[in-house]
């Protein structure tokens, strides 16, 4: 399920063709190894380094992670960019590494100023429900030239199916297939199209 970032790329992109040492850090118990792997799967090949929260014993929102990126690297030129204020800006800035806080698709299709907000804001709090929301956000606007400026919320027809309608009814036959009660006492269901009428 995971895709790559396209405008984020392309910044890895071009720090790759300026020769740029890249290393990757994450507040994450999954293992580096694992992490660098599906990194370089997904087009992230000259990463060279994850350093990782579980590994070190040091968090980035503490800051300890950030201590330990510069002794390992041994310099404090360093460009961190990231999707979180707090870890990845402020607590980077506080040990002296130049930040760049760069928000999540999430956080910009969520924003105060944006006319999706209020079709996504109230979405349930099931998991299952946020990670097909999730993805279908990163999916949709992993290029960033997807999101509209205008007032209408869907820019076309094919937009309204793959971000309206799509994850709902994904949404609600995954509840369907997964729930026992409906699988055990039902032999079948129907779904009735337009407004039902027999």
Same mark, same amino acid.
């Given at each position: 399920?995971?895709?790559?970032?396209?405008?984020?790329?392309?910044?890895?992109?071009?720090?790759?063709?300026?020769?740029?040492?890249?290393?990757?850090?994450?507040?994450?118990?999954?293992?580096?190894?694992?992490?660098?792997?599906?990194?370089?799967?997904?087009?992230?090949?000259?990463?060279?380094?994850?350093?990782?929260?579980?590994?070190?014993?040091?968090?980035?929102?503490?800051?300890?992670?950030?201590?330990?990126?510069?002794?390992?690297?041994?310099?404090?030129?360093?460009?961190?960019?990231?999707?979180?204020?707090? #870890? /990845?800006?402020?607590?980077?800035?506080?040990? !002296?590494? @130049?930040?760049?806080? *760069?928000?999540?698709?999430?956080?910009? =299709?969520?924003?105060?100023?944006?006319?999706?907000?209020?079709?996504?804001?109230?979405?349930? #709090? /099931?998991?299952?429900?946020?990670?097909?929301? !999730?993805? @279908?956000?990163?999916? *949709?606007?992993?290029?960033?030239?997807? =999101?509209?400026?205008?007032?209408?919320?869907?820019?076309?027809?094919?937009?309204?199916?793959?971000?309206?309608?799509?994850?709902?009814?994904?949404?609600?036959?995954?509840?369907?297939?997964?729930?026992?009660?409906?699988?055990?006492?039902?032999?079948?269901?129907?779904?009735?199209?337009?407004?039902?009428?027999?």
């Amino acid at each position: 399920l995971l895709s790559r970032r396209q405008d984020m790329y392309e910044v890895y992109l071009y720090a790759a063709s300026k020769n740029k040492k890249i290393v990757a850090t994450s507040d994450m118990y999954l293992s580096s190894s694992f992490l660098k792997e599906t990194l370089h799967k997904k087009g992230y090949n000259l990463i060279s380094e994850v350093y990782v929260s579980n590994e070190y014993k040091a968090r980035k929102d503490t800051g300890a992670l950030y201590e330990k990126l510069k002794e390992k690297e041994q310099t404090t030129d360093i460009l961190h960019i990231g999707d979180n204020f707090y #870890s /990845d800006c402020k607590k980077a800035l506080e040990c !002296g590494i @130049t930040a760049i806080y *760069y928000p999540s698709i999430k956080d910009i =299709i969520l924003s105060e100023h944006s006319i999706y907000r209020d079709v996504w804001n109230k979405v349930s #709090s /099931d998991p299952i429900c946020r990670i097909v929301l !999730g993805f @279908t956000l990163n999916r *949709y606007f992993g290029n960033l030239a997807n =999101i509209k400026a205008g007032s209408g919320v869907f820019a076309d027809f094919e937009s309204m199916i793959s971000l309206g309608l799509a994850p709902i009814l994904f949404y609600i036959a995954n509840a369907i297939a997964n729930n026992k009660n409906i699988q055990k006492n039902y032999s079948e269901l129907l779904f009735a199209s337009r407004d039902g009428y027999l």
